[in-house]
């Protein structure tokens, strides 16, 4: 495995550290960071909580492309070597750990919770959902907010400002929902929102959860477009 060290601060640039790491059948690459770290240089430092797909903590750069390392076989890549980078897009704190505060300041700026407005409902009303209101919006809850989507999309690492796919991907999961009573016209309809993006559609190819931010941001724009003309139209 090739990975790459750096220390923001002491080192002019990344460097790629070469280390021979067992192939074995069933390890991910993952395990064979993991097998550098515990083995050979314990002074490696990257992000990784559960180890199956779940927390979307460990999306790192894989032979050029953004992967989940838990979900990523180092088989895939023959005898190798494997490249191991940060994502790309975002600031590097150290090695293979990257800065994702902006990251989650978008996610927080769509709102991201359930807008009811003007109802004096107990606390206690449930709110019944249909299967097929449900649907509407089930994909985008699927999101595990790792990243990879940011890291694959042209628009996102030339435009930090852009809000990116994962965040409109959020707010739709809320837009769609019949409980909520927002559209998030707001932050949505922007240059650095939905109009910025250019519908490569990396971020769709890229998501481990089979989310289709892509989707999530056109169906936005005809939204916003009929809102334009029929003020009234929200969804
Ligand atoms: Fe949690 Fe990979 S370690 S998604």
């Known amino acids: 495995m090739e990975v790459s060290r750096y220390r923001p601060g002491e080192d002019d640039e990344p460097v790629l550290q070469g280390y021979d790491v067992p192939l074995m059948p069933d390890w991910a690459v993952l395990d064979g960071l993991n097998y550098i770290k515990d083995q050979l240089d314990g002074s490696l430092s990257y992000r990784w909580s559960c180890r199956m797909g779940v927390c979307g903590s460990c999306g790192m750069t894989v032979n050029g492309e953004p992967r989940l390392t838990c979900g990523t076989f180092l088989t895939e890549y023959g005898d190798g070597p494997v490249r191991i980078e940060p994502l790309k897009g975002f600031p590097v704190i150290r090695d293979l750990v990257v800065d994702i505060d902006d990251f989650l300041a978008k996610l927080s700026s769509v709102r991201p919770w359930l807008v009811r407005e003007g109802e004096d409902l107990p606390l206690t009303t449930e709110y019944a959902q249909t299967p097929e209101q449900l649907e509407a919006y089930r994909q985008y809850s699927m999101c595990i907010n790792c990243m ?84 009234w139209s929200r969804r």
């Open 148 to 231: 990879l989507c940011y890291s694959a999309c042209p628009v996102y690492v030339l435009e930090p400002d852009f809000l990116g796919p994962a965040a409109i991907a959020l707010a739709q999961r809320y837009n769609l929902d019949s409980r909520d009573m927002d559209d998030r016209f707001d932050v949505l309809n922007l240059e650095d929102a939905v109009w910025g993006c250019t519908f490569v559609g990396e971020c769709t190819r890229a998501c481990p959860k089979h989310v289709d931010p892509a989707e999530a941001i056109q169906r936005y724009k005809l939204t916003a477009a009929l809102r334009s003309v029929l003020p």
